[in-house]
């Protein structure tokens, strides 16, 4: 028989393998904007920056889903994770297993993606 709220264990460790990966994730892209800013130095010809900003939008994108990767882990730790932090519904299984950093319930999701969308937008930043 399946239980209605995941093992706790289970979605920690979860969390735990995607904060690893989001960090080896920021690491790898930190370096090739490293690597990407020696090489246009050196060498005299234009360099196109297009793709710093992927890769700057992409950084941040991970970014963001480390920090609210770590505050799952809090949450969890002091036993409040797993409620949408808007309405207080319980967020199902199916949902926590995507997106074990998962904040909202499906609902609250659907409304706050309907607004704003934070991560489509980064990409198109053009600051530095
Ligand atoms: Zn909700």
Do not use: W
Not at 89 to 110: D, F, G, W, Y
């Amino acid at each position: 028989m399946k239980k209605e709220t995941m093992n706790k264990e289970t979605l920690y460790q979860l969390l735990i393998d995607q904060k690893n990966e989001l960090s080896q994730r920021i690491e790898k892209i930190e370096a090739d904007l490293k690597n990407r800013y020696v090489n246009s130095r050196s060498s005299q010809k234009a360099v196109d920056h297009s793709n710093d900003d992927v890769l700057g939008g992409l950084k941040n994108e991970a970014q963001t889903k480390l920090d609210l990767t770590d505050e799952a882990l809090q949450r969890l730790t002091r036993g409040e994770f797993g409620h949408c932090i808007k309405c207080n519904t319980e967020i199902n299984n199916e949902r926590l297993n995507a997106l074990p950093h998962a904040q909202l319930c499906r609902v609250c999701a659907q409304k706050e993606e309907g607004s704003a969308k934070p991560f489509s937008k980064a990409s198109s930043m053009s600051h530095v």
